[in-house]
């Protein structure tokens, strides 16, 4: 059972580009949307993350985009940069208990000079 | 250590075999998650512990999983009677108490398992 489902499974962005991921939810339980940045090798790291009663988060140049009623959310990477080649997993989770993270299936980009 | 250390970061396994994969979290950190990600898959949850305590293990996938942390700092997952359907790699992540989802949980570069 798929509880965050993410697309596209692979994106290639010239540099300089908008890097776009999309992501789905269907428990409601959710209230906290992390992005993982994923390197080969190397295990997931946190890149930013958001709560369901903000519609927008930017750090820098990345931005989460969240539509709470569609139950969707997005990542966007402006002015992509070939460092920025990666895996990128969307996840979720629900308060209290343990805090585990259920992550989507991943979004691998690369970002060609 | 500065980061989550995971060991072996290589292992190949003869099906039927049994196999320990060791973690050793950053010091003071209590929260630690044991995750399996298949070739191409997001990490899926397996357990987790607070301390020595294993709290969940509900995404063990079968009875032939067994993880443990008796002292509460190092961890072992153990899978018994290794199977081709193992092969994935087994990240340890671990953070502070009651912070991990917040400001992240630091993952270790996972241990590759491959059952031939």
């Known amino acids: 059972q798929q509880q965050v489902k993410q697309s596209p499974q692979s994106l290639i962005v010239q540099k300089g580009g908008i890097s776009i991921i999309n992501c789905a939810y269907e428990?409601?339980?959710?209230?906290?949307f992390p992005w993982y940045q994923q390197f080969p090798g190397k295990g997931p790291a946190l890149l930013i993350a958001i709560r369901p009663d903000v519609s927008e988060k930017k750090e820098g140049r990345f931005t989460i985009s969240f539509n709470k009623s569609a139950k969707q959310f997005s990542l966007h990477i402006m002015d992509s940069q070939p460092g920025d080649s990666a895996t990128y997993f969307c996840a979720a989770s629900k308060p209290g208990g343990y805090q585990k993270v259920t992550f989507g299936t991943g979004t691998k980009l690369q970002v060609i000079p | 250590g500065a980061g989550v250390s995971q060991s072996p970061r290589y292992k190949v396994a003869k099906r039927g075999q049994d196999v320990a994969l060791r973690c050793d979290p950053i010091?003071?950190?209590?929260?630690l998650f044991w995750y399996q990600q298949a070739l191409g898959q997001g990490p899926e949850f397996l357990t987790y512990f607070q301390n020595e305590a294993q709290l969940d293990k509900s995404g063990l996938p079968s009875d032939r999983f067994f993880a443990e942390r008796p002292e509460g700092s190092v961890s072992t997952l153990k899978i018994q009677r290794t199977q081709q359907e193992d092969s994935a790699v087994y990240l340890c992540?671990?953070?502070?108490?009651?912070?991990?989802?917040?400001?992240?949980?630091?993952f270790g570069s996972g241990t590759r398992l491959t059952v031939v």
């Open positions: 992540a671990s953070s502070l108490a009651g912070v991990g989802r917040i400001y992240g949980y630091t």
């Open positions: 428990n409601t339980a959710f209230d906290y």
């Open positions: 010091s003071g950190h209590v929260s």
